[in-house]
């Protein structure tokens, strides 16, 4: 069975994934104004990974994902684009048909699931806008 955990990426201290942790409490302290953040937090998976199915690699449980499809899309094989340069394992992965046509919509299905489990009403993100836009795709749904 796989488990989560955070871990700080400092001092490698182990926590309890918690909707109000976000950074270390050991490190944060430290933290100076106009710095890099200090206990940045990682998830860190535990045990071994037997299934083919990405959901089961993050961590939030299956019942709490929005039925919506993401993630599921086409590789495209670029055919004249290999002849010329002769790079035969060259793939483009078209997120373009992802439900706000972005990539980020990857990281908003998990925001998502994450405050569902959490009971979480709102989330607020910091985006130039490709991850605001598709925070906002996501979260219109309320599914």
Request: some cysteine.
């Amino acid at each position: 069975m796989l488990t989560f955990d955070y871990k700080c990426s400092q001092c490698d201290a182990n926590y309890e994934i918690t909707p109000e942790l976000m950074l270390c409490p050991e490190c944060k302290p430290e933290q100076k104004r106009g710095e890099p953040l200090k206990g940045v937090l990682e998830v860190e998976l535990n045990g071994t990974p037997i299934s083919d199915d990405p959901l089961d690699y993050l961590p939030v449980e299956r019942e709490f994902f929005p039925d919506i499809p993401v993630g599921n899309t086409p590789l495209w094989h670029p055919v004249r684009l290999l002849k010329k340069y002769d790079f035969p394992e060259l793939y483009f992965k078209d997120d373009g048909l992802n439900p706000t046509g972005s990539l980020k919509d990857r990281a908003s299905l998990l925001v998502a699931a994450f405050a569902r489990k959490h009971d979480i009403d709102e989330v607020v993100v910091a985006s130039t806008g490709n991850a605001g836009s598709s925070m906002a795709g996501v979260g219109q749904l309320r599914v």
